[in-house]
């Protein structure tokens, strides 16, 4: 069985090299080499707190290491990033201990050599641990962009959207660990019914301060909690819960989730329509349909049926046929670093071409409303582009619909019928919602 450390280091190569998902990447290699719980966290949180923490470390590197980061061996420099982390973050693990391992691990994945120069590097900053530089470049954004471990781009992109002072308590936030929420099925169970019999089963749980029917839990391991199976609960951000708040859905309306996985969306659709009507989730992907029938079936929304569609085509035999068009568009995920910390590294090039991509679909899944019902447009990305820039170009050429005013709940009110929901203000994962009525 390999140690945390090592596990950690496979995940974070594997990141490198092909841009795994770490977490998805630790669960599947826990149960190849058969890692016990304690090592399993141990190693999740050091990759997720490299993840979180790249810049900043390559920057304790570079501040006691004669060559620059970018010139060390991957492998080796991957060690070393996991070791800082180590060193700087983690009360609980003796420097000792990091120190040693990150040796070992230099000589099992490169040569003796690498491994006297990853000693020496981490003596020096674990002997000034309490006394390590700041980062100061002279620019506020570069500063930003290192201290919290974020590309310079993004960061100039949210102090533009927010100012510098917010902009940093945004950045500083996604650097924490993210809680988990559970929206309660009503239509099977009653949250004070579902609260306490998690509270019995020892789970760390309360009731949301604002959002009705939902949960908060600290900790994880969902599926194995008490009324899981019997389908009381389904995991859901709150912000993704107030988009289907905005789209108002009510009993026996037809709804068409046009980007439904994993289905969330649909679930909180069918449960505020109280079981009764039509919900209609699509997605181009086959293999994601089967993710939410099985979670509709576990839910017992029976009033959830799935289709194969791309979005960005049109399907004439669902023209004009529903009362609410829910259009959750692939995006950059900006708002959902806190939980995918990876996504903070996704050069601005990358993502240049999702607006066109965000437009086609709203304009295909908008020939599916019929006259008076609503379209929502929504994103988990907080960049203009993806967001406003994308309805105020769909309106210009779509005279037939307008923007409505709609309010939820701590949040407040939406008078251009546009919202962005920031994590520093509400909460919530980062969030934009538009909601659209057709004339």
Partial sequence: MISAREAALKALAAYRRSGSWSSIFL???????????????LASNICAGVLQNMYLCDFYIASYSSIKPEKIEPI????????????????????SAAVNEAVALCKKYSNRRSAGFVNAVLRKISSEAGN??????????KNLSVKYSHPEWLVEELTGTLGTEECEALLKLHNTVPETFLQVNTTIAETDAVFKELSEHGCRVSIHPWLRDCLVLSGGGVESLPGFAEGKFYVQDPAARLAVTAANPRDGDIIIDGCAAPGGKSFAAAIAMCGRGRVISCDIHENKLGLIRSGAERLRLGIIETRALDARRAHAEISEKADVVIADVPCSGIGVIRKKP?????????IAGLPRIQL???????????????????????LESENREVVESFLASHGDFSTELFTLPHVGEASDGMITLFPQRSGTDGFFICKMRRK
């Avoid at 990876?342 to 990358?350: A, G, N, S, V, W």
């Fill in 27 to 41: 669960n599947n290699l826990t149960v190849k080499e058969g890692i016990d719980r304690r090592d399993a966290a």
């Fill in 76 to 95: 080796v420099l991957d060690i070393m990033r996991l070791s800082v982390y180590q060193l700087v973050f983690l009360d609980r693990i003796p420097h």
């Fill in 132 to 141: 390590l530089p700041e980062p100061n470049f002279g620019s506020e954004s």
């Fill in 342 to 350: 990876e996504i903070r590294y996704k050069q601005k090039e990358e």
């Fill in 360 to 382: 086609d679909i709203l304009e295909s899944l908008s020939a599916c409303v019929k006259p008076g019902g609503v379209l929502l447009y929504s994103t988990c990305t907080l």
